[in-house]
């Protein structure tokens, strides 16, 4: 069982940075795949970003590629998406989640889920 707290959303301008952070409980964090993902009001959730279990390997959106950044920190239990240059398209609530896959791309394939966090960006 792996349980799942983000933290780290709010009011930004249009330019400015956000860093979302996900602290994860369980001793089995490290053997996980973890994602962050958004949902907008009336749209799907769609992935942001995933990485491995061992921080080796990463995928990103093709919206947010060279603007932000995941990463972890298996000692800390913590994964980390910063968001640099926001517009006002990546205001969505904002998920992390876990798998115990390789590097998985769709929620579907993620087995755990927090509670999200709200990102709200203005032009």
């Known amino acids: 069982q792996v349980q799942l707290v983000e933290s780290g959303g709010g009011l930004v301008q249009a330019g400015g940075s956000l860093r979302l952070s996900c602290a994860a409980s369980?001793?089995?964090?490290?053997?996980?795949?973890m994602g962050w993902f958004r949902q907008a009001p009336g749209k799907e959730r769609d992935i942001v970003a995933a990485?491995?279990?061992?921080?080796?390997?990463?995928y990103y959106a093709n919206s947010v590629k060279g603007r932000f950044t995941i990463s972890r920190d298996n000692a800390k239990n913590t994964v980390y998406l910063q968001m640099n240059s926001l517009e006002p398209e990546d205001t969505a609530v904002y998920y992390c989640?876990?798998?115990?896959?390789?590097?998985?791309?769709?929620?579907?394939?993620?087995?755990?889920w927090g509670q999200g966090t709200q990102v709200t960006v203005s032009s």
């Open positions: 369980g001793r089995t964090f490290s053997s996980y795949a």
């Open positions: 990485i491995r279990w061992s921080g080796s390997d990463t």
């Open positions: 989640a876990a798998a115990y896959r390789v590097l998985p791309r769709t929620p579907g394939e993620y087995t755990y």
